[in-house]
């Protein structure tokens, strides 16, 4: 797990409500583990992130990636299949970050694989909470991929 060799996790956060971006961002940082949020406002920006194209080209990969449903451009359920379909991405542990509630949106998104699916509560304290048990569970508890294993024919 990376957190015992003090490497902060790399965290991409696909959201285009700056609201929400603010509150994660404010979540994480007071947190208990090191990371580095990146953000994409969009699935196209995000792809563009991953892939390491134009502006992104130094872009870390990511251990985990949050990622709201409802986004310009390329939707979160588009993004979501892009990623899990690709060799160099499959591995990327996916949490749905989303204020949908629909269980259409949460069936699609487990059988295109993601790996939990979370509605986003309205109030601040516990949109804060939750930030702070998807830290807990995906970066103290579960034990995430070292990046060089996720990699395929050494690309990003």
């Not at 208990?32 to 892939?51: I, P, Q, W």
């Not at 251990?63 to 690709?86: A, F, Q, T, V, Y």
Request: aromatic fraction near 6%; hydrophobic fraction near 40%; charge should be neutral.
């Amino acid at each position: 797990m990376k957190q015992h060799n003090c490497t902060p996790i790399e965290i991409l956060l696909v959201e285009d409500n700056e609201d929400d971006v603010i509150l994660t961002s404010r979540a994480f940082k007071t947190g208990k583990v090191a990371n580095n949020l990146s953000v994409a406002s969009d699935g196209v920006e995000a792809m563009a992130f991953l892939r390491r194209e134009g502006k992104y080209a130094a872009a870390p990969r990511p251990d985990i990636i949050l990622l709201d449903l409802n986004l310009p451009r390329m939707n979160g359920h588009e993004l979501l299949e892009k990623i899990k379909s690709d060799p160099l991405f499959a591995a990327i542990p996916v949490v749905i970050l989303t204020t949908s509630k629909s269980e259409d949106d949460i069936v699609k998104t487990y059988k295109n694989h993601s790996n939990c699916f979370i509605s986003k509560p309205v109030t601040m304290e516990e949109f804060t909470k939750v930030i702070r048990k998807v830290e807990e569970f995906w970066f103290l508890i579960v034990r995430l991929p070292q990046q060089e294993n996720t990699k395929a024919g050494g690309k990003p």
